[in-house]
Structure formats: structure tokens, C-alpha cells
């Protein structure tokens, strides 16, 4: 089945130490992006990837950084910089062909990071 | 650049009741417009879509119709349940994607 997978679902940190979150696609999309949502908030962008090998900063990139040397795969690292890391990071794919499909996001499942 | 609000929350119902939860949108040209679902703990899923004005998009018994003159996308449901409740997000897809901030429904028994 095609679809975006993260890992690990939870993963615990101490404050201090850079992390790094996993997403991979089987979508063959070319674009990828990174939310993070806190408790009872929205979806903040973070960076995105509109083609291997590029990507931007969104809204909240300070104290993250992103890399995109596969199409499949656009792991976010977070640094000690992040001020407060501890939240639920998404990661989303869609296809820039906009004739191809209706040009909606496809989310993975998420992962919960905890810093202490 | 482009927006979506939508209806603030929490919103909370008894099962079988009437859902209406509201979203405006403002953009350039004709973008397309979805709702997605989040339940505890997981990614949004897509719950409908629509690509063009007057486009109604269905599934699962929820609604929503893409009306341009009033740059509405309202989601409705007839009869909600239980397992209905979760975060609701409005979107809409231009050159990028634009979230709404979310609306909690909680369907009590």
C-alpha cells in the first residue's frame, strides 16, 4: 500500500541532545513537508521540499534543519537550538502535478517527541 | 496571501444531533478545498474534497459544498456519532496548502 510512514511514534529525549525524525513516502511525490502541533493547536509549518536536493524554511524553522537527498525520504532533525521541542511532528506529501490529482497533502501517522 | 477560518471550538453534541461546523476561506483564482479529520494521537486523514465551485464533496455522511460567492466550505453531517468526534481542519490548496486552526467536536452518548 502506498503511504508516508514516521518513526518512531514516540521517541523521548534529553534536553541537550539533537534528534532525528524519520518520514518516508511510496507516494512518488516530489513535495514533502514538516508540521509541528502543539496541544490543542493547529499545524505550523515548519520546512518543506518541493524537489530533492531543495527545500524552504516555513513559518517556525528556527532550531530545526531538514535534508532531501531522496525523493522518498525528508528526515527532520531536531537541534538543541529548538527552544521547546516537545510537541507532535507531522510529516505530508503531495503530488505537484496539479492535473493528477486534486493536489491535497497526504499526512503520516506522527510522531510525538518528548524532551525532559 | 491565501486563509482559511474556520469555526472555533470545542464543539460538542449528542449523538444523532446536527453537525454544521463553519469555514471561510479567502484566495486568489480557484483553489481547491478539503476537510480532514484528526483523531487522538494520529495524522489528518483527508475526509472530502472539492475542486470547483458548487462541487459537493461527500463521505462517511458528512458534507460540504464548495460555494465561491460566499467563499464558504461548510462541513456537515445529518446524524453524528460517537466515533465522530475528533479535530476537524478546513484547507484549501493553491500554490501552497492553507490550514485551518482546527475545531474539536466531542459526540457524547
Known amino acids: 500500500d502506498g503511504g508516508i510512514t514516521q518513526s518512531p511514534k514516540y521517541l523521548f529525549r534529553k534536553e541537550g541532545q539533537n534528534v532525528t525524525l524519520s518520514c518516508e513516502q511510496n507516494l512518488n511525490h516530489d513535495a514533502m513537508y514538516w508540521y509541528r502541533q502543539d496541544p490543542g493547536q493547529g499545524l505550523r509549518l515548519i520546512y518543506y521540499s518541493q524537489i530533492v536536493n531543495d527545500f524552504q524554511k516555513g513559518d517556525i524553522a528556527e532550531g530545526y534543519s531538514v535534508s532531501r537527498e531522496k525523493k522518498e525520504s525528508f528526515p527532520l532533525t531536531v537541534t538543541s537550538a529548538q527552544k521547546n521541542p516537545t510537541a507532535f511532528y507531522l510529516c505530508a506529501s503531495r503530488s505537484r502535478d496539479r492535473g493528477r490529482d486534486t493536489y491535497e497533502q497526504y499526512f503520516g501517522p506522527g510522531t510525538r517527541l518528548t524532551v525532559t | 496571501g491565501d486563509s482559511v477560518t474556520q469555526m472555533e471550538g470545542p464543539v460538542t453534541l449528542s449523538e444523532e444531533a446536527f453537525l454544521t461546523i463553519n469555514c471561510t476561506y479567502t484566495a486568489t483564482g480557484y483553489p481547491s478545498l478539503f476537510w480532514y479529520v484528526q483523531y487522538p494521537g494520529e495524522g489528518l486523514q483527508l475526509l472530502l474534497k472539492a475542486t470547483k465551485a458548487d462541487d459537493k464533496g461527500s463521505n462517511k455522511g458528512f458534507e460540504a459544498t464548495y460555494r465561491k460567492e460566499t467563499t464558504s466550505f461548510h462541513l456537515e453531517k445529518g446524524s453524528v456519532q460517537v466515533s465522530d468526534s475528533a479535530v476537524y481542519f478546513c484547507?484549501?490548496?493553491?500554490?501552497?496548502?492553507?490550514f485551518g486552526a482546527g475545531t474539536r467536536l466531542t459526540v457524547k452518548p
Open positions: 484547507a484549501l490548496s493553491n500554490n501552497d496548502m492553507r
